[in-house]
């Protein structure tokens, strides 16, 4: 048996997302564009779950246009507005610890002649207001902030950013799609102009997600993509509807379960957090006092980080972003906070879902003990 605990890459669809799609996929749903009895029934399929996304982050209906997941609304929003006014506002600010889905798109934005500028992070892994006014331009057009780190976990003070954006009359895009369903989000009570949201981190299908697009930020956005004019004609393409019902009913369980979850997972964590705390050498990456209640990252100090890895038998954790991952490099987020490539290595995302228990908690907790003790005995003094 396989403890999974690699929530943060990606949850598995919950049953009853699972039984919702499968029932749209043995109707044989149509095309939601067309005009006819089965197209318009489709259409209000699809609009009943952009209704359940956009109740979940206190959004209207018409503000959640769908896209292929995360990283392309985080395409969408950078390129669909950097790109708009050639001649002026072309200066971007994005912090150094984004997703991959943000920091490439800033510099491919570079490559194309605009100006970027990247916030650092404090050892706590929170990105400083004071940093972000003094990167603030007279020509910022947008900034760039993650609402909850994909890595560490932790929440960034994404409302005071934004009222400081505001107050230079900057627009900005978070990418939520780590907070999604973890924590209490408002996205309009916020100030933020854009979010990116994403099914596959909290109990719907991989796949499928969407860009929120705010009152400020709509008539400023244009497309990548062309032919077809759906979604406002931000994001032509044949709607999924089989995926789009998937994320609604996601988003629905987790409005319904909000306070029980956050519990169920700060539990979870908690427990681990003071198993392996506990242990020599052992530290928190990020603030534990701004932290969603899925994730926690932690440092195993004297241990060679791929014996680590490879030692964590019956354990599904991660080392960070599986993008990062994909590349075989250290985690650049860890090393933003001031870790170096030995201590970034040797570290371990832990990220829990519903249907995580605590007894595979007490499991977990075991192998990652065993490991780690074993391995420093063996290492050099």
């Not at 008539?219 to 062309?226: A, C, I, K, N, V």
Request: charged residues 20%; glycine residues 10%.
């Amino acid at each position: 048996m396989t403890v999974y605990l690699d929530h943060a890459a990606s949850t598995p669809v919950d049953p009853r997302v699972a039984a919702v799609m499968a029932e749209s996929l043995a109707r044989g749903d149509a095309n939601p564009s067309a005009t006819h009895g089965a197209g318009r029934a489709a259409r209000a399929q699809v609009e009943t779950a952009r209704a359940e996304i956009a109740a979940l982050v206190g959004a209207q209906p018409g503000e959640i246009i769908f896209t292929s997941g995360a990283t392309e609304a985080d395409n969408l929003a950078l390129f669909g507005l950097m790109r708009a006014v050639p001649a002026r506002g072309r200066h971007l600010v994005v912090s150094r610890i984004e997703h991959r889905a943000v920091l490439d798109v800033a510099g491919r934005l570079e490559v194309e002649g605009c100006a970027v500028s990247y916030v650092p992070s404090g050892r706590e892994g929170l990105v400083p207001l004071s940093a972000v006014d003094a990167a603030l331009r007279a020509d910022t057009r947008l900034l760039s902030v993650m609402l909850v780190n994909n890595e560490t976990g932790v929440i960034q003070d994404v409302g005071g950013i934004a009222a400081l954006c505001r107050s230079r009359d900057a627009l900005v895009h978070t990418d939520a799609a780590q907070a999604l369903g973890h924590i209490r989000m408002d996205l309009p009570s916020l100030g933020v102009d854009l979010a990116s949201l994403s099914a596959h981190k909290m109990g719907g299908p991989p796949g499928i997600g969407a860009l929120w697009v705010g009152a400020r930020a709509a008539p400023l956005l244009e497309p990548m993509l062309y032919g077809g004019g759906q979604e406002r004609g931000l994001r032509p393409g044949t709607l999924p509807v089989h995926q789009i019902i998937g994320f609604g009913e996601a988003c629905r369980l987790a409005r319904l379960a909000e306070s029980t979850d956050a519990a169920h997972y700060q539990a979870l964590t908690h427990a681990l957090a003071s198993h392996l705390l506990a242990l020599p050498g052992v530290r928190r990456n990020g603030t534990a006092q701004a932290c969603a209640p899925h994730l926690l990252n932690l440092s195993f100090s004297g241990v060679d980080g791929e014996a680590l890895h490879a030692s964590l038998i019956g354990l599904a954790v991660s080392g960070g972003s599986a993008c990062g991952a994909a590349r075989g490099e250290p985690s650049y987020v860890l090393r933003a906070l001031g870790l170096d490539d030995t201590a970034a290595e040797a570290s371990v995302r832990f990220s829990v879902g519903r249907q995580t228990t605590l007894k595979e908690i007490e499991i977990a907790a075991k192998i990652v003990e065993n490991a780690y003790l074993r391995l420093l005995e063996l290492a050099p003094s």
